[in-house]
């Protein structure tokens, strides 16, 4: 499904006019459309996709399967809207800390891994969004991979695939 077209500035000052009211005379108000940035699954870009991997903590009894999803539950409340401003900068390490937090007992480890087979191992550590841009989850199950232990290999992209 296509995503919709954002209205033009003309489009956002007529729907919004009633804002003027409330203005200052020294002030001015700038209408711009919000742009999502989703990071990590299909619906980002190719540059910000990513598998997200978790080491099972050594006495956990979850499942993969509930692992994986716990993992995107949680990813979905720390990018929660209202948690966000624009233009902000997303740091993995708090991400991480937050994972950590919230699954302590279920997991030991998570890092993210790149699949764009330009970047390597930590690039998108620390990702900026624009001004108009506002960071959402699309990561899913399909890009969670629960692992024995950190290796050199499984931190890397597969060459020239883009696939772990």
Known sequence: MPEPTPPTINELTTTYQGLQDYKMISDSVILNSVEFKPLFGNKADD????????????????????????????????????????????????????????????????????????KSFGDLYEIRSAPNQIFVNAATVNNIEVIEALTSTNIRTAPGSGVI
């Open 47 to 118: 540059t910000l996709r990513a598998t997200i991997k978790v080491i099972k903590a050594f006495n956990s009894t979850a499942s993969v399967s509930e692992i994986k999803n716990l993992v995107v539950t949680y990813m979905n409340e720390y990018f929660s809207i209202d948690k966000w401003d624009f233009g902000d900068t997303f740091y993995f390490s708090e991400l991480a800390s937050y994972l950590h937090d919230q699954m302590g007992g279920v997991i030991s480890s998570v890092v993210l891994v790149p699949l764009d087979p330009q």
